[in-house]
């Protein structure tokens, strides 16, 4: 299993919008190989930004990485400059392998 995960800083006041721009975005992963699934997290609020996580778990790093260089990746992301307003700067990107 290998885990993908964005932490997104989301500007105060804006998270209705951003949670309903998420809700209605396609994501073009089901029928991926390797896909398994898909979550959108919040986490804590600050004065400044609420922080969200996005999560995508694979089969492998392999499976992923096929993914981000397909058709599918390019249709998921190809207007992710549209709501720039939302955002305190660029997702964070982590990925986790499976140990246990």
Do not use: Q
């Not at 989301?10 to 998420?22: A, D, L, Q, S, T």
């Not at 992963?29 to 999560?55: C, M, P, Q, R, W």
């Amino acid at each position: 299993m290998f885990l993908a995960m964005n932490r997104f800083k989301i500007v105060k006041g804006k998270e209705e919008k951003f949670e309903k721009v998420w809700k209605e975005r396609d994501t073009h992963l089901e029928g991926v190989k390797g896909f398994i699934s898909f979550n959108l997290l919040k986490g804590k609020e600050t004065d400044d930004y609420s922080l969200y996580a996005s999560h995508s778990i694979w089969e492998s790093n392999v499976a992923f990485v096929n993914w981000t260089k397909s058709e599918a990746f390019k249709l998921a992301h190809k207007n992710a400059g549209i709501h720039s307003d939302l955002y305190l700067g660029p997702p964070k990107l982590e990925t986790f392998d499976h140990i246990i």
